[in-house]
C-alpha cells in the first residue's frame, strides 16, 4: 500500500510509503485524501519521511487536500521532510502554508 | 544514453515509472563539476530541475523526449527537447491563448502567462519562437482556496539562472533550456 492510515489521539495519521512522490501518483493521493472521513472535522497528520524525492504535481495534490481540509473546518500537518523535499515547500512557499513540524509528537501538539 | 566528459544525452520515454535512475545518472555525471557538487543547496536544485523537466516530459510532451546536460567552464546548462505537444500560454491581461511561433507579439513585449488555475508567471518575449521565463516576485497566499494546484516552470526558474523556451519551427521541436550559473 502506497499510503496508510490510523487515528490517534483524535487525528488520523497517514504514512506515505513512497520514495518517489511524483505525477504517477499525485492524482491517487489527491483522492486518498479526499476520502479521509475518520474524523471530523478533518485533523490529518502526513509523515513524509520516505519521501526521497518530491514533484511539483504531488506538492499540488497536497494543497488540493489542504484546500478540502480547510474548507470542512479541519487542519492538516506535515511531518519528517527530508532537505531535498524542504527545498520544494520553500521555493514554492508552500513553508508558509503547511504547518511543518519536525514529528508526530509535535504535530499532535500543533493540532489539539 | 550517450556522454562524453562534457555532455550526456538521456532518452527519456514516454511514460517513467521511477525518476531514481535518472536523476543519480545526472548527478553522478555533474559529480566532478566542483561548484555543484559541493554546494548542497544548489545540487538540491539541481535534482529538482531534472525531476521537474521529466515531469513535463511525461505531462505535456506526449512523446519521447531527451534531456542533454552539458557541463561548461562556469556553467551547467540543461535541455529538455522533444517533438510532442508545442508549448502554448494565456496572456492573463487579454485571455488570448498564444502558441508557437508568436507572430501576435512583439519582441520585448513582457506580459504574464497564465498556465492552469491561478498559476500564473511572468514571461519574455525574445523573437517569435523564444521566450524567457521570469523570476516570479515573492509572493504570500492570503487565500488557501485560491491557491495554484501547479508549480512546475516557476519551480524551474526559481532554481536556475536562467529558464528559455525554444520553439525550432523548422523541425518542429520543443527545447526548454535551464542554465545554472557559477
Known sequence: MNYSKEVIDGTVYVTINLSEASLNQSEDFKKFLYDIDEVHPPKIILDLGKIEYMDSSFIGALVGGLKNVLSKGGEMALININSDVMSLFELTRLDKVFKICDNKEDALQQLN | ?182
Open chain 2, 1 to 182: 544514453m550517450a556522454s562524453n566528459a562534457k555532455k550526456l544525452t538521456l532518452e527519456i520515454p514516454v511514460h517513467i515509472s521511477s525518476y531514481k535512475m535518472f536523476i543519480e545518472t545526472c548527478c553522478n555525471f555533474v559529480s566532478g563539476f566542483e561548484p555543484l557538487a559541493t554546494d548542497f543547496k544548489r545540487l538540491s536544485k539541481f535534482k529538482l530541475v531534472i525531476m521537474e523537466l521529466l515531469t513535463n516530459a511525461m505531462k505535456h510532451s506526449r512523446a519521447v523526449s531527451f534531456i542533454e546536460l552539458e557541463i561548461g567552464s562556469r556553467e551547467i546548462i540543461i535541455k529538455k527537447i522533444d517533438s510532442g505537444n508545442l508549448f502554448t500560454f494565456t496572456d492573463d491581461a487579454t485571455g488570448i491563448l498564444h502558441g508557437f511561433p508568436l507572430t501576435a507579439i512583439a519582441p520585448s513585449t513582457r506580459l504574464c502567462a497564465l498556465l492552469g488555475n491561478n498559476y500564473k508567471l511572468d514571461v519574455l518575449v525574445k523573437n517569435e519562437n523564444v521566450i524567457e521565463f521570469l523570476e516570479p516576485a515573492a509572493v504570500d497566499y492570503d487565500d488557501v482556496q485560491l491557491m495554484p494546484e501547479n508549480f512546475g516552470l516557476m519551480v524551474i526558474r526559481q532554481c536556475a539562472s536562467s529558464f528559455h523556451y525554444y520553439f525550432n519551427s523548422h523541425e518542429g521541436k520543443n527545447a526548454f533550456e535551464v542554465i545554472f550559473k557559477f
